[in-house]
């Protein structure tokens, strides 16, 4: 930055000093040509002059000689000091325009940071979002897997004896609910039909509890890895893409893993394990 003041030093200090010597050498002409008083002996030097000066005369010579020259500074001092408050105003004034422009660049770097920031997190998103609607057709599969495991050997009875005469139509050997294998197909619509069957199973478990049945079951203990499943693809649901989501919702998988651990605790809640020769009499063909 350059120094405005010291320009406008140079010309008042200099100004001064001319002053200066112009007052000092009037003031030693004077001196050397001017009347002596009585009784001093004629003498070119300036000390001779000076010494037979009376002690009153001599501080009136000194003052008259530099009375002008302390004004000439007072006036420099005076200019050299408004100098100077100019100088540090404009200083406050470029310091105030550079800190504008040092926000100015900070608000851009803090915009640009922002638009990083948002591209990132986007980024972020969308690799979640991928990895998730990856993990939904995964855990689908894994669902159908492990349902068909369980309807394999589900079977849940109402508690009529097997061998019933009092009940000819009624056939005694059907369980009273049973889950069916999925053929493997589209995950999704799969999981859809795993919603549909284990809800309504459950809707029929309900209105065997209320009818007072004596409910016997038997392997059901797929059903609660089953409810795990159901329930990592719920998290998964939630942070997939649009189109998955949308998809996921148009096949009504959304309540499954609920729907299999209520079954689960209503059928250990109200029924009893099935022993082994009801179970051989309902599967025996």
Known sequence: MKDHAAD?????IGLALLLT???LTL???L???????EGCAPGLWLVDRLVCLEPNALGDTFAGAFAPVAFVWLVAAVLLQRNELAAQRQELRESRAVSTQQVEEARRNVELISVQTKILEDQRKASI???ADED?????RVAVKIFNELADGFVVHDGIPVVDNTKPWHDQKQPALQLYGIAHGDAI?????INMQITNTRAELSKLVQEGANIKFANIDKLVPLSNVLAELDLAIAVASAPMRAEVGNAFIGGAAGAALGLYRT??????????ELIDAIMRP
């Open 267 to 276: 059928l250990f809640e109200h029924g009893t394990d099935m022993d082994a």
């Open 27 to 29: 003031f030693l002409v």
């Open 21 to 23: 010597a112009m007052f």
């Open 136 to 140: 939904i057709v995964e855990l689908a």
């Open 8 to 12: 406008k030093r140079s010309p008042i």
């Open 129 to 131: 979002q991928k990895d």
């Open 189 to 193: 619509k799969c999981v859809s039909d």
């Open 31 to 37: 001196l050397s040509v001017g009347r002596l008083p």
